[in-house]
């Protein structure tokens, strides 16, 4: 086709799905944007089916191309970013296979981005993105209606609703005022610069089981300052289709302590704490209260509490603190202290031996019984009643004993 540069590439990685993909590819293929103006790569994880030759049914009407890479278990980081080396265009957009697109969808991503000196990050709208609640009678009207009038017809039932839209409506619809946008930001339909992308390593191949690699790379976006956004007009509707729901909820439990790993903060803490127990909206919340809780508490001293305690202490115990503060006892021999307030950690750690983690203490790197005694002081009061049972069971998991002289009264 066109030597023109386009404006837009929309990366679709697929697995043996060839059916859904053409009803991707024909919503793209209809779009009121000229087909020189954007091109669609299909990312091909391994596909046995016939997806080869629905895409060379489309070469006619998209600016089509097309990567596979051999089927080597489930990769689809590797597929999008294999995909995307292929990209020409400086705005990426990532759609799943089987979304359903209206013909104004690529002009609204590009138009969320018409600003170039402003980088975004844009969450695009999924109506009937919900798994465990499928849209009654969606499959029946897919079939007979095209996109746009099937927002028409269902936009105003709830059961329709893309899976976040409470959580959308919590920030009236502006994820730029939440602390955590990224538990938001899913490949199912978003944008990105390319530049930004890139910048941040693009997907990471690691995660090679369903679930959270999207929002793994929505979390370095958002380190690296690139703003959220919403946009509700650039939207898709999931196509209804078959799930492994219970083995994809296993695939997140896994993945969210693998994004735990390579990025361990607080924050992560607390979407590991939640999503192991499917409790994943409350993260924002939930981080919120944390955040409170570090201002309220950044000038609690717990240095007396902590001084009481080694004092009781059996000569080489080695000790686990969580909630430090910004000053320990001396006469530890060996201590690993925890602290949800970075700064003050630090000042603990300065001059001393002692290991460190920016963590709350709902999931710590250390090993089972790796030391003899776990002391949680009064710095985490204000968690304890949301986190206390989580807390306990880790400090119980780390050490051999667990002492909270602060929190006993």
């Known amino acids: 086709m066109s030597s023109k540069v386009a404006k837009v590439s929309v990366v679709i990685p697929t697995y043996n799905r060839c059916a859904l993909l053409a009803e991707t590819l024909r919503g793209l293929a209809r779009q009121n944007l000229p087909t020189d103006e954007f091109e669609v790569i299909v990312a091909d994880d391994g596909s046995s089916d016939a997806t080869p030759d629905v895409v060379k049914s489309f070469a006619d009407r998209l600016r089509l191309k097309y990567h596979f890479q051999e089927d080597l278990g489930f990769r689809v980081s590797a597929a999008r970013n294999a995909g995307v080396r292929l990209a020409d265009a400086p705005l990426l957009v990532f759609l799943d296979t089987g979304?359903?697109?209206?013909?104004?969808?690529?002009?609204?991503?590009?138009?969320?981005?018409?600003?170039?000196?402003?980088p975004r990050a844009v969450i695009g709208y999924a109506y009937a993105y919900r798994p465990e609640d499928p849209t009654p009678g969606l499959a029946a009207m897919v079939d007979r209606a095209l996109p746009e009038r099937v927002v028409d017809i269902y936009s105003g039932d709830p059961s329709f609703w893309d899976n976040r839209h409470g959580e959308f409506l919590a920030c009236d619809f502006d994820p730029g005022r939440r602390v955590v946008p990224w538990m938001l930001f899913w490949a199912t339909n978003c944008s990105v610069r390319t530049e930004d992308y890139w910048a941040v390593g693009g997907f990471d191949e690691d995660f090679q089981r369903w679930g959270v690699e999207d929002m793994e790379l929505g979390f370095r976006l958002f380190q690296?300052?690139?703003?959220?956004?919403?946009?509700?007009?650039?939207?898709?509707?999931?196509?209804?289709?078959?799930?492994e729901w219970e083995s994809n909820m296993?695939?997140?439990?896994?993945?969210?302590?693998?994004?735990?790993?390579?990025?361990?903060?607080?924050?992560?803490?607390?979407?590991f704490a939640l999503l192991t127990k499917d409790q994943y909206w409350s993260w924002e919340n939930d981080y919120r209260a944390l955040l409170d809780w570090a201002a309220e508490a950044r000038d609690l001293d717990v240095a007396k509490e902590l001084q009481e305690a080694v004092e009781g202490l059996q000569p080489g115990d080695r000790v686990a603190v969580l909630g430090c503060g910004p000053q320990v006892p001396a006469g530890l021999s060996s201590a690993v202290l925890f602290d949800f307030d970075r700064d003050l950690l630090e000042r603990a750690l300065a001059n001393t031996a002692y290991t460190g983690h920016h963590a709350l203490g709902l999931r710590t790197p250390l090993p089972d019984h790796s030391v003899d005694?776990?002391?949680?002081?009064?710095?985490?009061?204000?968690?304890?009643?949301?986190?206390g049972l989580d807390l306990v069971r880790e400090a119980r998991r780390i050490g051999r004993e667990v002492r909270a002289p602060g929190l006993e009264s």
Request: hydrophobic residues 40%; charged residues 20%; aromatic residues 6%.
């Open 373 to 387: 005694v776990v002391l949680i002081t009064s710095r985490l009061r204000g968690m304890f009643d949301r986190w």
């Open 99 to 118: 979304a359903l697109v209206g013909p104004d969808y690529l002009r609204h991503h590009l138009a969320a981005h018409a600003d170039p000196a402003t």
């Open 250 to 271: 296993d695939s997140n439990h896994h993945n969210i302590e693998m994004l735990l790993n390579k990025h361990p903060e607080p924050v992560n803490e607390i979407g």
């Open 224 to 243: 690296r300052n690139i703003p959220f956004t919403l946009s509700r007009s650039a939207w898709v509707i999931e196509g209804p289709h078959e799930r």
